[in-house]
């Protein structure tokens, strides 16, 4: 079988397309894989590094907004479509698989056109403008969250789950925190990672840098990821403290995320929907920061629907002050019913087998091929 996948931008999109990836090849070594996505996005440093070939075109997302951009984006779509279309043709795959960021409009929308069965995976609880564009092309449309159904046509709707989550919960992880320990933490100690999503995020560095001092009073750690782009001003930063701090360790990006999410007790993140499937898959308890520079607020919404069912405290940007989060930490890490009854109510919401639910709605859509 061979499969072309496509989705990038950032991490959210391009890691459960990879989960995807390594579960279809793990069941059938003869299945071929091929990944489409832009020389810009982040896919371009991770998915070669996995050994997937990769092939690119150019494209950019619209504005919302009325504009000659829109013009050249309407234009470079249609390259892009074009480009596509070769490379289809080349690879001549069985199925298509968009699993969201702007690249996989023209990728999805051209194997459609060619009449190749089409999956378009939506990782959020609300959709993006290319999924939503891809919805009426697509054969099937695997969701994660049962709000964003209401946005699809209903007899394309799967509730899978995110692959990713079945990733990270079902790999062969060591006993005791041996990550934790090449990273220069305790393994004895509780551990709070932070992480502002796959690209970082400058609010969230801002935040924990004012809560410095607070770190040197704890008896639990820190592993705070600031993203790459972020790292040496953080770094420098944290260097300038009169006194060390041992509790906090300062890395720009994680390669190994799954492995290291098995080895800590509480996430500090924003409310991208990947990171969510993860945690929730592996009952990990988390206060959620989420985005309100993000598409039709789709993270607070994300962030709520764990926070419905008590699996996450979500604090919002604008009220995340250094106190504030020192708090919410203390009184989860401090209270170990109240972190076992996160922990509990979140892995009520993980999807654990949403891989293998992919991969049978990819032989459904391929057997189903005209
Ligand atoms: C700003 C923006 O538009 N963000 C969107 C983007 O988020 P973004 O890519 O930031 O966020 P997600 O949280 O969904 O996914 C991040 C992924 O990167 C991994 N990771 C992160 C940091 C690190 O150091 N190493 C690492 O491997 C995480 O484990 C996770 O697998 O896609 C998500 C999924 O559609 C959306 O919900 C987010 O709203």
């Known amino acids: 079988m061979k499969i072309l ?13 990879i989960a995807l990836i390594r579960h279809l090849v793990k069941q059938d070594d003869s299945v071929e894989c091929l990944y489409i996505g832009t020389e810009n996005g982040l896919e371009s440093t991770i998915v070669p590094k996995e050994g997937i070939p990769l092939k690119t075109v150019k494209i950019s997302g619209f504005k919302r907004k009325v504009s000659l951009d829109n013009v050249k984006t309407v234009v470079r779509f249609l390259r892009a479509v074009k480009q596509s279309k070769t490379y289809i043709k080349e690879f001549k795959p069985d199925v298509v698989i968009g699993t969201g960021g702007y690249v996989c409009g023209p990728v999805v929308y051209a194997a459609a056109k060619l009449n190749i069965p089409t999956i378009i995976h939506e990782q959020n609880s609300v959709p993006g403008l290319t999924n939503k564009f891809l919805a009426k092309y697509a054969s099937k449309v695997a969701i994660s969250f049962p709000d964003s159904a209401h946005y699809f046509p209903k007899d394309k709707i799967v509730m899978t789950g995110n692959p990713r989550a079945s990733e990270v919960v079902k790999m062969v992880h060591p006993k005791g925190k041996p990550r934790l320990q090449e990273l220069g933490l305790s393994p004895e100690k509780k551990t709070v990672l932070v992480v502002g999503g796959s690209r970082g995020a400058k609010p969230i560095n801002d935040a924990i840098m004012e809560t410095l001092h607070h770190w040197k009073t704890k008896n639990y750690q820190c592993l705070y990821v600031t993203g790459d782009a972020h790292y040496e001003k953080v770094k420098e930063k944290i260097e300038q403290q009169e006194e060390a701090i041992d509790q906090l360790v300062c890395v720009p990006y994680i390669h190994d995320m799954p492995a290291v999410l ?47 069912e008590a699996a996450a405290k979500v604090v919002l940007e604008k009220d995340t002050t250094p ?18 009854a996160m922990k509990d109510a979140a892995l009520k919401l993980g999807k654990p087998d949403a891989a293998e639910d992919m991969a049978k709605l990819i032989k459904e859509v391929r057997g189903g091929a005209s």
Do not use: C, F
């Not at 496509?6 to 397309?17: K, W």
């Open 323 to 340: 106190d504030k989060l020192m708090n919410e930490i203390d009184t989860i890490l401090e209270n170990d019913q109240a972190w076992s």
């Open 262 to 308: 098995h080895e800590v007790d509480l996430l500090v993140a924003r409310a991208g929907a990947t990171t969510l499937a993860e945690i929730t898959a592996l009952g990990l308890p988390s206060i959620l920061i989420p985005s309100p520079y993000v598409t039709n607020n789709h993270q607070e919404k994300n962030a709520r629907s764990l926070e419905k």
């Open 5 to 17: 996948v496509s989705g990038g931008g950032t991490g959210g999109h391009i890691y459960p397309a």
